[in-house]
């Protein structure tokens, strides 16, 4: 009789078992990059563009780099955070979607750039690095050139929220002349 009440309790407790004992989270992918030197006179403040990604301003406080980005075609822009170490930067990101709302109104991870200076005179500096979503910092892509004598104004991309979804200015004051008129009532146009 006992040994039936063990295998009952055994059979009972299987399902809470298998519920706790899976896989767990799994590892972040994380790119297999190591810090160097910054190029001489290299800066991460800045305004790179990629044409596939979009223009990206970016600017310093110390090792902390913030910046913007808009896509190329103007319905997403997103905005990044991290620590740079030399010619490496490592940061979050979250991207919104221009006039959505909800869960697809937004995605987000975290990614890298390495600060690159091309072999030969009279080069343009670039970023090479990849983003990935949640956890990962790998997965997609974004290499961008550095743009010459371009002042960085990241403030001046995006939104703060409720805003972004569009609608244009209508609550922004009356641009008609003159008075307001009275409500009228509808006319019956079927005659």
């Given at each position: ?141 974004w290499v961008a ?47």
């Amino acid at each position: 009789m006992l040994g039936k009440i063990a295998l009952a309790a055994s059979f009972a407790l299987a399902p809470a078992a298998l519920i706790g004992c899976g896989p767990g989270t799994p590892d972040p992918k994380l790119a297999q990059v190591s810090a160097g030197s910054m190029p001489k006179n290299g800066s991460w403040d800045g305004v790179y563009h990629s044409a596939l990604r979009g223009t990206l301003h970016m600017k310093t406080e110390g090792n902390l780099v913030n910046g913007r980005w808009e896509t190329p075609v103007k319905t997403e822009w997103g905005q990044l955070q991290g620590n740079a170490d030399g010619n490496l930067l490592r940061f979050d990101w979250t991207e919104y979607n221009k006039g959505l709302v909800g869960p697809n109104s937004q995605k987000s991870g975290k990614g890298y750039f390495v600060y690159v200076r091309p072999e030969g005179d009279n080069v343009d500096d670039m970023i090479k690095g990849e983003t990935g979503r949640g956890i990962d910092e790998v997965g997609t892509e974004w290499v961008a050139v550095k743009m010459r004598n371009v002042t960085p104004h990241p403030e001046t991309i995006g939104g703060s929220g409720s805003g972004d979804v569009g609608g244009g200015e209508w609550d922004k004051g009356n641009v008609e002349k003159g008075e307001p008129e009275e409500p009228a009532e509808p006319t019956d146009d079927k005659k």
